[in-house]
């Protein structure tokens, strides 16, 4: 990790912002699909997208919400291309009419940016019976990902530009079970801890982007897949959990990210020319990292892409 001002390769640290890492990057004529938009780092992403000129669909849980940040987008840009569409990634009959609904746009798609998430939050069962994080952060990034693919495809022929795929992953995928994935205890609440499935659900974000890098680069397709860790930011994600969240209030603001920094990774990634063509890595404050060994498993990761592939059926 590169602390506050120490730059990496890249010429970036973990003080840049969004901004800074997208400057003088003409994103118009591209179209981008960020998930959790609504709020925190999934907002400034679709903001600076918009900035740079990307047409941007965000896919919202609270539509509200989301009509709040497209307009407060467009008051400061407004010549910006902001959409909203229903996205509720814990339900893979939400997820199935989100991308039904993009399809009938007829619009391509060169970026998709896996960004929503939740953490923390005690033993549920989300609406198709699967353990609630688990569910939101990987089930339906991965089923979104395997409808939206075919439009990626035909844009990347069409445009002749690449398409970029982003998995908003986190550094917790170190801290998991010790399994890595518990496959046969995925939604079973006998020795469910809160950080360990918050865990497994970002480390099956990691594994995902690494068996689709390897998959696309098989196939000859022009689009690249990487995950990342935004680093830690003060965002509604600490919601479900009171001690961490009171920690934030308290020193957060000296010690972490803010939402401007956190947004820099992601859009680094989905942007940047030095990233072109780089696929199957794994990115913190705009420079490659380390992942862990679980993460770097190619037989954990058919498993898991395997596994999850009989869920979405």
Known sequence: MWF????????FSASSTAEEVTQGIDGSGLTAVVTGASSGIGAETARVLAL????????????????DVKEAIVREIPNAKVDTLELDL???????KFASDYSASRRPLNLLINNAGIMAVPFTLSSDNIELQFATNHVGH??????????????????NKGGRIVNVASDAHWLTYWEGIRFDKISDPSGYKRPLAYGQSKLANVLHANQLARTLKDEGVNITANSLHPGVIKTNLFRYNS???????KVGKFVFKNVQQGAATTCYVALHPQVEGTSGEYFADSNLARKSPKAKDPDLANKLWDFTMNLIK
């Open 4 to 11: 506050f001002g120490m730059k990496g390769p890249s010429g």
């Open 52 to 67: 740079r000129g990307v047409h941007v669909f965000m896919g919202v849980r609270n539509m509200a919400a989301g009509k």
């Open 90 to 96: 814990s339900s893979m009959a939400s997820v199935r």
């Open 142 to 159: 991965f089923l979104l990902t395997s409808l939206l693919l075919d439009t990626m495809k035909k844009t990347a022929r069409n445009s």
């Open 243 to 249: 001690t961490f969240n009171g920690l934030m209030d």
